[in-house]
């Protein structure tokens, strides 16, 4: 049992490239989610999809996007990176409706730099 | 939307002491309140969590409590270890049936000296 996979783990992008970071789960969960995480920021929301078939921005959502590519896989999209887009990302999963019964899932993470 | 407060930023215990971590939240519908510990390079991992239904959860040597009234829950780690070094985040969400979106605290740095 993975639980939540992410790809790449590392990646160094230069100003105006773009990438696309992979996340899937095998738990059947219908939410997933985007975080990104900056030194004494926590953890700050990006886009999430609640259920197959819809997305929502986050907190910080700007400069990227987002697709639910089926209940397993949601990806996200930097079209053209910046150095304050610096960070690392999570991605995560839970369950809908209710509570969750062991709260998120994390993935191990990406360190992106962008230089 | 939902604030939540973190305090404090960094903690420095001696091994053996107590670490009390507290947050605040603002959104009285809130009604779950998870706990993530998050090693230096690693994944963050819930260590335990309580919802609004209780106002004390203990599992081991951690424990969570919870003051609906004035919007603060607690995490409590006695008789701590180095291996207890990490960065601890809480987080409130309420699930109106519909989305689990967690608002995060902006963490604590514990760390545990031997």
């Known amino acids: 049992n993975a639980g939540v996979t992410q790809t790449p783990k590392f990646q160094v992008l230069k100003t105006g490239q773009s990438m696309t970071l992979q996340c899937a789960q095998d738990?059947?969960?219908?939410?997933m989610y985007w975080y990104r995480q900056d030194p004494g920021m926590g953890l700050r929301l990006i886009y999430y999809s609640a259920s197959e078939g819809t997305t929502d921005k986050g907190e910080v959502p700007n400069g990227y996007n987002v697709s639910r590519l089926n209940k397993r896989e949601f990806s996200l999209r930097l079209e053209s990176a910046a150095p304050s887009q610096t960070s690392v990302y999570f991605c995560a999963s839970s369950e809908r409706d209710r509570a969750p019964l062991d709260g998120y899932t994390f993935g191990s993470g990406t360190r992106l730099t962008v230089v | 939307g939902e604030n939540v407060e973190q305090h404090p930023s960094t903690l420095s215990v001696q091994e053996g002491d107590s670490a009390v971590i507290k947050c605040t939240y603002s959104d009285s519908a809130s009604n779950y309140f998870p706990w993530y510990k998050q090693e230096l390079g690693k994944r963050p991992q819930l260590i335990i969590d309580?919802?609004?239904?209780?106002g004390e959860k203990k599992d081991q040597r951690i424990a969570v409590t919870l003051n609906k009234t004035a919007k603060h829950f607690s995490l409590h780690i006695t008789e701590t270890q180095p291996e207890d070094s990490a960065v601890y985040f809480c987080a409130a969400s309420r699930s109106p049936g519909g989305s689990y979106i967690p608002t995060f605290g902006r963490g604590t740095s514990l760390i545990v000296h031997p």
């Open positions: 309580i919802r609004s239904n209780v």
């Open positions: 738990m059947n969960h219908n939410s």
